[in-house]
């Protein structure tokens, strides 16, 4: 890990791109997802808008044939009125000359009512066998509309065809064609040749509904291919004759298809430009809406990281006050240059483990040069001692008994200088981790009974009464070299700092599952102030006592100390000045002899 500012930053920048993606990948789903219906509805609307379109031009072009029928059937009834016209003059002439004897005209008045017998009408017809219009006159008539072709027939066989119809007619059975109504049509696409197909009304027109009683061709309907075959409703005429009387006449008006499909194409063409339009619409949004949102996210990024950098460098202010400190922490000076105030609630508890482990340190370093000091000086004295001896050895010619006694004192000084060298070398094993624990199966009672014999010449020569108090056989499992050493230390000091015709007892006891071993004796005493401080190394709680006594340089102790740690073993010390000291030892111990085996293997 390169450093916490580098990997906060990154990790925020991280989690901002991505929580950033996400947002905008489903923003822009959801604006393609909009996008996307926007653009189907105006798909819609532009089909939508074609049909319509459609349907209105092919309204607009059925209405205007209808008109275009109407208008002829209106020229029809002109012609076929001033025929009889014609007709009526001719025979009012024969009335007035009926009077000269002339019977043919006593029918004259029945003639005259407009065609209402078939008699009269057989006779009209007669008078108008057909049909004929002023090619001029229809120009103008049907100017501006829409019918190429017309066809005109009548119920008394007279017919006219528009020119553009040429050999071609349009065939329509006059006897079927709505036999019993007096106005009718009805709307057709037909075949007229394998290369024209058209769209025709065919309007049924009785003379007498011709003219003002002429109903408008309905606006606005709706498309079919026969919509005649719905006609709007013709006002009805209760007082008109029956339609058997009715002289009808039957009206085509049709317009070449073609035409109205080029119409439709170009309808249809318009709704694909629209639809292109549209979809490139869309395409440029979304692609705007792209480019917004890489905008957004580039400055929302750098927005985010630069706020992130900062706050970072904020919250790690505090880390770097910290590091600021301990950079200034040496040999010399121990002490954490900071406040709690200036920590966070978060560092504090770093910043107290810290300041204890510098006062830690602090004491070790100043109990490493104490200790420097206390070896300086415990070797010093045997060594300036055994170089007195030396120089008084050296400064005449002596005896040999002199120069014996002399080597003697140098051999003992020198002794005393490897007991202390050995001891440290023991503590250093020990805090090296380099003296094991090497555990075996021996009589306890045995190794307590060989010390306190070890320790009874220097008890003796004190005048210290000595005794061994246990139980015989007492079988351990644990590292009989080390308890040794604690044992003759203890004993050591018991006899020691005893007082003359003093007294010291080892004890052994055992109880379910541990050892016990006591070493009491009635001798100075430890000060309660200082009971704490004899395990450390070098302390003595009286060091003039041992002047000129290298044998007691305060390591006894702390090796005590070290050896009953490493055997697992409690260690406690009671002691009253004045009335002597009982240190106490309670070491594990299995519970039979066969766990004894076990725990040995
Ligand atoms: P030393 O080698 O000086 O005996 P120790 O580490 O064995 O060093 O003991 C440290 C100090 O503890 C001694 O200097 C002595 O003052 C005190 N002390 C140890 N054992 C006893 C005891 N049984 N009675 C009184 N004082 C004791």
């Not at 024969?94 to 043919?104: K, V």
């Not at 009304?201 to 007498?208: C, D, E, N, Q």
């Not at 904020?314 to 400190?325: C, D, E, I, Q």
């Not at 090796?559 to 000291?581: D, H, N």
């Amino acid at each position: 890990m390169r450093s916490i500012r580098f990997s906060l930053t990154i990790c925020f920048l991280a989690l901002l791109a991505f929580s950033l993606g996400g947002a905008s990948l489903m923003a822009y789903r959801s604006a393609s997802r909009n996008l996307e219906g926007r653009l189907s509805i105006q798909k819609e609307l532009a089909q939508t808008t074609y049909k319509d379109r459609c349907r209105d031009e092919e309204n607009r072009l059925d209405d205007a044939l209808l008109f275009q029928a109407q208008t002829l059937a209106r020229l029809v009834q002109f012609h076929v009125d001033w025929g009889k016209l014609r007709f009526l003059e001719l025979h009012t002439l024969g009335l007035l000359t009926a009077p000269t004897g002339s019977s043919a005209y006593v029918q004259a008045p029945i003639w005259a009512l407009q065609g209402t017998r078939s008699f009269a009408f057989d006779l009209f017809r007669r008078a108008t066998p057909s049909i004929r219009f002023d090619p001029a006159e229809l120009l103008t008539r049907l100017d501006g509309q829409v019918a190429e072709f017309f066809q005109i027939d009548t119920a008394w066989n007279a017919s006219y065809k528009s020119n553009s119809l040429e050999a071609m007619s349009m065939a329509i059975n006059l006897a079927t064609f709505a036999p019993d109504e007096v106005l009718h049509w009805e709307y057709e696409d037909l075949k007229l040749s394998e290369s024209l197909k058209v769209r025709r009304v065919v309007l049924k027109a009785s003379r007498f509904l011709l003219g003002p009683t002429l109903p408008a061709p309905p606006r606005n309907r709706n498309p079919g291919p026969n919509r005649g075959a719905e006609p709007p409703v013709p006002p009805r005429n209760n007082n008109a004759p029956d339609a058997s009387f009715r002289p009808a006449i039957f009206i085509q008006c049709a317009y070449d298809l073609a035409k109205r499909d080029a119409l439709f194409a170009s309808f249809a063409q318009q709704r694909d430009e629209d639809i292109l339009n549209f979809a490139s619409e869309h395409n440029k949004d979304l692609e705007g809406f792209r480019g917004m949102l890489a905008a957004i996210n580039l400055l929302t990024f750098l927005a985010g990281g630069g706020i992130c950098f900062w706050l970072v460098r904020l919250g790690l202010a505090p880390l770097n006050l910290l590091t600021v400190a301990v950079s200034h922490i040496n040999e010399k000076d121990f002490n954490l240059d900071i406040t709690d105030k200036q920590l966070p609630e978060e560092l504090k508890p770093i910043a107290i483990r810290l300041g204890l482990t510098l006062d830690q340190l602090k004491k070790a370093f100043a109990r490493e040069k104490q200790a420097t000091a206390d070896i300086s000086h415990e070797l010093r004295t045997p060594l300036s001692a055994m170089l007195a001896t030396l120089d008084l050895a050296l400064r005449k010619t002596r005896t040999v008994e002199e120069y014996r006694v002399m080597l003697e004192d140098c051999r003992e000084s020198c002794t005393n200088m490897h007991k202390d060298v050995e001891r440290l070398l023991t503590l250093a094993r020990l805090d090296a981790g380099a003296d094991p624990f090497r555990p075996e199966l021996f009589d306890l009672s045995h190794l307590a009974s060989d010390c306190v014999k070890m320790l009874s010449p220097l008890a003796q020569s004190k005048g210290i009464e000595l005794q061994f108090e246990g139980e015989p056989n007492l079988d351990i499992h644990s590292d009989p070299g080390k308890l040794k050493e604690i044992l003759v230390n203890l004993l050591h000091n018991a006899v020691q700092y005893n007082k003359p015709s003093g007294s010291v007892f080892l004890r052994l006891s055992s109880r379910p599952g541990s050892i016990i071993i006591e070493v009491e004796d009635n001798g100075i005493g430890i000060e309660a102030s200082k009971k704490n401080r004899i395990f450390e190394r070098f302390f003595r709680v009286d060091a003039s006592r041992s002047h000129g006594d290298s044998t007691n340089c305060g390591l006894g102790l702390a090796i005590v100390k070290g050896y009953a740690e490493l055997l697992g073993a409690g260690l406690e010390v009671t002691s009253e000045l004045g009335q002597g000291s009982m240190f106490k030892i309670v070491l594990p111990a299995p519970l039979n002899k066969e766990a004894f085996a076990a725990s040995a293997v």
